[in-house]
């Protein structure tokens, strides 16, 4: 059984370049979340996909964007990269209706210079 | 709104002893669950144990245990017999399950080091 798996696992970008990172969830999982954790700091919720549609968002700017595929994977996309974008990138995945029940992948991290 | 408080930036445990990492909440809301989470160096959050707020009996798996005080609002994570494979971050969360609007989404606290020495 398939874990969540993410990719790339390492990224370098610079300041004002655009990034997208992805992310397959957990087999048989259809919900998927993203989170933005900095160095030191807990994770911090970005966005929700559900049905292929941002179902809920966090306290970020329009920079970060998404998308869901009818296969449940999903994109993070970052526009403009400040240095401030640095952080460990974590997809969850969920299956709806069962919500205390997430499920993380490794991760990407991101190193904005 | 939703908060999570871990007060211990730093835990130091001798291998084979037992260690409490506190985890204190808040919310107004009647159901929501509560998560405890591992995150080694390699950076992959492994999901430990889950506790529903309706949940009467304290949820145990395997060595982790969380003490659940719902009057105090606090989810301390309980591991017995430390292995020095238990070094890691330690993240307490919280999810609310009665409101649509943020169903699913995790609230983190900033997580407890843990350092189990031989």
């Known amino acids: 059984d398939a874990g969540v798996t993410q990719s790339p696992t390492h990224l370098i970008k610079t300041r004002g370049q655009q990034v997208t990172l992805r992310c397959s969830p957990k087999?048989?999982?259809?919900?998927v979340s993203w989170y933005q954790q900095a160095l030191g700091q807990g994770p911090q919720f970005i966005f929700q996909y559900y049905e292929e549609e941002e179902r809920q968002r966090g306290n970020f700017p329009d920079r970060f964007s998404g998308h869901q595929f009818p296969n449940y994977s999903s994109e993070l996309n970052v526009n403009a990269l400040l240095l401030g974008d640095s952080a460990l990138y974590l997809c969850a995945s969920s299956l709806e209706g069962h919500p205390y029940e997430q499920y993380f992948g490794p991760g990407t991290r991101l190193t904005v210079t | 709104a939703q908060k999570i408080t871990q007060t211990q930036p730093g835990m130091f445990v001798q291998e084979k002893e037992a260690v409490t990492l506190d985890c204190t909440y808040d919310?107004?809301?009647?159901?929501?669950?509560l998560f405890w989470y591992k995150q080694p160096s390699s950076g992959e959050m492994i999901f430990l144990i889950y506790q529903g707020s309706y949940d009467q009996q304290n949820a145990t798996e395997g060595r982790y245990s969380l003490n659940f005080q719902k009057a105090r609002k606090s989810a301390n994570l309980v591991i017995s017999a430390s292995q020095l494979g238990d070094s890691a971050m330690y993240f307490c969360?919280?999810?609310?399950?009665?409101?649509?609007?943020?169903?699913?989404?995790?609230?983190f606290g900033r997580g407890t080091q843990l350092t189990v020495w031989p």
């Open positions: 087999s048989g999982h259809d919900t």
């Open positions: 969360a919280m999810s609310l399950f009665d409101r649509g609007s943020t169903l699913g989404r995790l609230y």
């Open positions: 919310t107004s809301d009647p159901s929501y669950g």
